[in-house]
């Protein structure tokens, strides 16, 4: 909010829905950007990270998921850093 005070004012702005793409002013702020490429990543891949990106695929969006931007409650689920 102080370092980006305009980008934090226009963020979107969700009320916790896990899946970002349930949420309609997600869904009209990426359809808005007129993209149909998107990068992705999330708090934890297996949820926040997948549902969203899988919608996005049902709704014609070309979708990278970044693993190293996302992160895992497991081993399995996250980058092995061993």
């Known amino acids: 909010m102080e370092i980006l005070p305009e980008a934090y004012e226009n963020r979107v ?3 916790g829905i896990v899946d970002a793409f349930d949420d309609p002013n997600f869904t009209a702020a990426v359809k808005a950007t007129g993209r149909k490429r998107l990068i992705m990543a999330g708090l934890l ?3 926040c990270l997948i549902y969203p990106a899988l ?3 049902d709704e014609g969006y070309d979708v990278q998921a970044v693993a ?3 992160g ?3 081993k399995m ?3 092995d850093r061993s």
């Open 77 to 79: 689920g996250g980058r």
């Open 55 to 57: 919608n996005a695929q």
């Open 68 to 70: 190293d931007a996302s």
């Open 45 to 47: 891949t297996e949820v």
């Open 13 to 15: 702005k969700r009320g």
């Open 72 to 74: 895992s409650g497991t």
